[in-house]
């Protein structure tokens, strides 16, 4: 596995750098403010991201551990008053050009899902746990065999699309979401995927456990 460097301290591989920010993690949770070498670390994971710019705008006042849906991540502070919560995963291990691609089309139907969301009567049954769903544990799936990884596949293939060549459109604030660049590219994507999505409700459990386990 590769090594990785974050600042002055180096890492045999991506599992021991996320060791030791699971550590830091639980140094500081739930919304300790970092200080010490927990925030220079984090600094120094910030110089490594991608879009540094972006996470830095007028520049880091502080860093607070912060929960999140999925676990707990880090959120900057700047000097202008603004957040952004930052992946450290992406700092560390930066995805794909592919990858990238993906997240961004799966965020741009996101809309799609919580439409379908809002049209669920809970409790109900979980086709994948047969455990209840209740709107607290409630995850939205695509229902097989058209799973989320064919329907975009699928559709990069159709397009021709080479992911190293897309262009976006960043988040300038917190809680905005990323964008293809393209516009009628973003509409015939969003098209595409509501003419051949099938969504499912599934337990929360199921969703990112018992289906990530199962070929998709």
Sequence with gaps: MPSV??????????AAAERHI??????????KVLTGDDFKFCLDMIDMHRNKALVV????????????DYGFGFL????????????????????????DLLKCLRSEVQYQADEFRATLKFPMICPVSGDTITARNCNIDHA??????QISRFFIEYKGIDPKTIEYNHKTKEGERRTLKDAELRHEWRCYHR??????????IANNSILRKKPR
């Design 195 to 204: 003419a051949h999505a099938s969504f499912r409700a599934v337990t929360f």
């Design 5 to 14: 460097q974050v600042g002055p301290l180096s890492f045999p591989s991506i």
């Design 57 to 68: 705008g007028t520049g880091i006042d502080y860093i607070r551990c912060q929960q999140r």
């Design 22 to 31: 699971r550590k830091i993690i639980d140094r500081n949770k739930p919304d």
């Design 76 to 99: 900057a502070h700047r000097t202008d008053g603004t957040t952004w919560d930052f992946s450290w995963r992406n700092c560390i291990c930066p995805p794909t050009p592919l990858a």
């Design 144 to 149: 097989p065999p058209w799973t989320f990884e």
